[in-house]
């Protein structure tokens, strides 16, 4: 079965460059999430996307934008980026209202130098 | 707004005895629970959910967990431990069914370790 397809796979940047990761739900999928997971931390919700129209915002810095497209497939822009935005980036996908859980894509790991 | 705490950051079991992961949680409405699995360097990978219903919610790979709405509880469980169970278990909750509203909430973790 089709998962969720996040590229690239891994990003090494200098700091106050700029970063665009990309993220493809599941087929049918409507809703996507991102999520960034800092070394030895848990998961933290950063936005989400419905029908191309931001969904709700969680812990997302100012420096961060995103989007979702008419094919569903969502773009997560960083920029002036610094150290400690290093973290592994994970999208989600999910139907939505149809109380099903999110799936989760293999994540972005993303280095600041 | 909603949280979740997993108490243990590690569980040591032996390999073929059962397991148990503990999870409470908070939510301001109906409580929507998940636990997922990661192993190193990837994704998280879903195991099960409580959404309404029967409170032992079987999962993935043999896993359980029982719902306690009096305790605020979500315990991941599962009778016979095996060395390939051994990874980051993560119970997230969420108030909301579907996609909309917040995301899910995650706990900090907490590492599972199967010793042979």
């Known amino acids: 079965a089709a998962g969720v397809i996040q590229s690239p796979r891994h990003l090494i940047k200098e700091k106050r460059e700029t970063a665009t990761l990309k993220c493809y739900p599941i087929?049918?999928?409507?809703?996507v999430y991102w999520y960034q997971q800092g070394p030895g931390q848990d998961p933290q919700f950063l936005i989400s996307f419905y029908e191309k129209m931001q969904s709700d915002k969680g812990s997302i810095p100012d420096r961060f934008s995103a989007q979702q497209f008419s094919d569903y497939h969502s773009e997560l822009n960083m920029s002036s980026l610094e150290l400690g935005d290093s973290a592994l980036y994970f999208c989600?996908?999910?139907?939505?209202?149809?109380?099903?859980?999110?799936?989760f894509g293999q994540g972005t790991r993303l280095t600041v130098v | 707004a909603q949280s979740v705490a997993q108490p243990e950051d590690q569980v040591n079991v032996a390999e073929g005895n059962p397991l148990t992961v503990k999870c409470t949680y908070s939510v301001s409405g109906n409580p929507y629970l998940f636990w997922y699995v990661q192993y190193p360097n990837r994704g998280l990978q879903f195991l099960l959910k409580y959404i309404t219903g029967d409170n032992l919610v079987k999962g993935s790979y043999g896993f359980e967990a029982e719902f306690n709405k009096s305790q605020t509880s979500f315990h991941l469980k599962k009778p016979s431990a095996l060395v390939s169970d051994s990874a980051l278990y993560f119970c997230?909750?969420?108030?909301?069914?579907?996609?909309?509203?917040?995301?899910?909430?995650f706990g900090k973790g907490t590492h599972l370790i199967i010793q042979p």
């Open positions: 087929p049918r999928h409507d809703t």
């Open positions: 997230a909750v969420r108030d909301s069914p579907g996609g909309g509203a917040d995301g899910l909430t």
């Open positions: 989600a996908s999910s139907l939505y209202r149809a109380n099903t859980e999110a799936f």
